[in-house]
């Protein structure tokens, strides 16, 4: 289903509970849960264009994903001026590793892109990603500046705190959103995983989101949900995040964790830290809208 018609059939069903005088219950959110145990993929490695196609493998590999023809959006973390090394942004091997198995899918486009917070073409050079992506050497993969103008505001069908946004309007038409965060501490949210790299597609003033943020995360994703979600921990950033810049804050993993569950890759991502889910604000709000499973003793875990 195009997302466009999905997001016209959610705004039905929240209007056909008002007529009833019901509360909606975000019908569009648990109807995408799988009723069966959602399944975790955890590979490590060192070689991390090696690592992307394990940890796709469990999952049944790119192509499970993406289709002949498709439009493609792999959004990593490219926030901060930050090199590969010092753990702010999603490592570019990462990226480009899934950017080629989506071409070798069969997409005809594969954008990359981010919302940054410090000077875009500093983040997009210095984190690695640009070059990573351009060195693939495929017109059909590009790593490309976000324009303020392809915003598009967006009702949040029964969103009780948030009533509407303004998402990438690349994002939302993409045939395959596929979430690619890196692991790492936050100041705010404690950790930034899966659930909260979706600020880099949303417009408007996103420090307004940071009260009540766990909710309003959810919402969010309620929306834009990725089909699939790799969760960067090849090496982590353990204090002074989201940003950090001291080597010593940074520990290697050599970890990548994938799932098409949002809820239960962050969970899983969470005990990286020594946390347990239930410890994320964001995680346990998305949760309780039915985006997915945080109990880890309900989901399948595969280690390559």
Known sequence: MKRREFLKQATFVSAAYTLLGKEPAMAHASESVPTTAPLIAVAKGSDYLALVEKVLQPLGGMKAFVKEGHRVVVK?????????????????????????AALAAGAAQVLVFDRTCNNAKMCYQNSGIQAAVESISDKRAQCVFMDDRKYVSTAIPGGKALDSWGFYKDALEADCYI?????????????????????????GKRGLLHQNIGPKLAELNSVLRPKLTVVDATRILLRHGPQGGNLEDVETRETLIASTDPVAVDAYATTLFGMKPSDLSTTVAAYELGLGEMNLDKVKIVEV
Request: no cysteine.
């Open 179 to 203: 979430n690619a965060p890196v692991a790492k501490n936050h100041g705010i949210t404690k950790l930034t995983l899966g659930l909260k790299n979706i600020m880099g597609v949303i417009d």
């Open 76 to 100: 990593p973390n490219i926030g901060w001026d930050r090199t590969p090394e010092q753990a702010a942004n999603t490592h570019p091997l990462v990226v480009k590793g899934l950017v080629q």
